[in-house]
T-cell receptor, first 116, second 113 residues
Framework: SQTIHQWPATLVQPVGSPLSLECTVE??????LYWYRQAAGRGLQLLFY??????ISSEVPQNLSASRPQDRQFILSSKKLLLSDSGFYLC???????????????FGPGTRLTVL | KQEVTQIPAALSVPEGENLVLNCSFT??????LQWFRQDPGKGLTSLLL?????REQTSGRLNASLDKSSGRSTLYIAASQPGDSATYLC????????????FGKGTKLSVKP
């Protein structure tokens, strides 16, 4: 069976500090990977997605970046955090090659980031 | 640009009541419509997925319907229980994307014992 992990579970960081959130998937190969942010009152927003190692697409311009150094590893980073980066960050994966009609995304447990 | 709206934002019902959650979308060119459940501080769990060629899907006490022409989907929960309390999110897959989901803001459901 497939499992998706995220860490850390919670993080409190000062403004201007760097950030690194990690997501790993087990039990599948070549997944599509996604980073979402859920901010209060704004709903879930897609930040980045990746269809392969080193292939990153950004949906929203911001001071965050993403990388995929390995097939089942997805990292969200920032060099300098802003107050507006606070939120709940969710990683998700989807099987590649199954089309978009009948297959869903599977979400990790999330990371709660508070920037002070 | 696809927009997904969920009304109401919050709903409180007594245990045992049947209820309907609503989701609307602006662009009928969708691959599918999905319903997720999110418990406080947790990730999302997929509940039901309706492909664009389908009209409804059922799982236990849950039934989701899709009317593409009117841009609407409903999630029907029968005989609600306190354990159903959670936020329910609907989402569509954007055409031309890599399966990217566009979410509504959710309906927070509270079922009172």
């Amino acid at each position: 069976s497939q499992t998706i992990h995220q860490w850390p579970a919670t993080l409190v960081q000062p403004v201007g500090s760097p950030l690194s959130l990690e997501c790993t998937v087990e039990g599948t190969s070549n997944p599509n990977l996604y980073w979402y942010r859920q901010a209060a009152g704004r709903g879930l927003q897609l930040l980045f997605y990746s269809v392969g190692i080193g292939q990153i697409s950004s949906e929203v311009p911001q001071n965050l970046s993403a990388s995929r150094p390995q097939d089942r590893q997805f990292i969200l980073s920032s060099k300098k955090l802003l107050l507006s980066d606070s939120g709940f960050y969710l990683c998700a994966w989807k099987r590649r090659g199954t089309g978009f009609y009948g297959d869903t995304q599977y979400f990790g447990p999330g990371t709660r980031l508070t920037v002070l | 640009k696809q927009e997904v709206t969920q009304i109401p934002a919050a709903l409180s019902v007594p245990e045992g009541e049947n209820l309907v959650l609503n989701c609307s979308f602006t662009d009928s060119a969708i691959y599918n419509l999905q319903w997720f459940r999110q418990d406080p501080g947790k990730g999302l769990t997929s509940l039901l997925l309706i492909q664009s060629s389908q009209r409804e899907q059922t799982s236990g006490r849950l039934n989701a319907s899709l009317d593409k022409s009117s841009g609407r989907s409903t999630l029907y929960i029968a005989a609600s229980q306190p354990g159903d309390s959670a936020t329910y999110l609907c989402a569509t897959v954007a055409p031309g994307s890599q399966g990217n989901l566009i979410f509504g803001k959710g309906t927070k459901l509270s079922v009172k014992p």
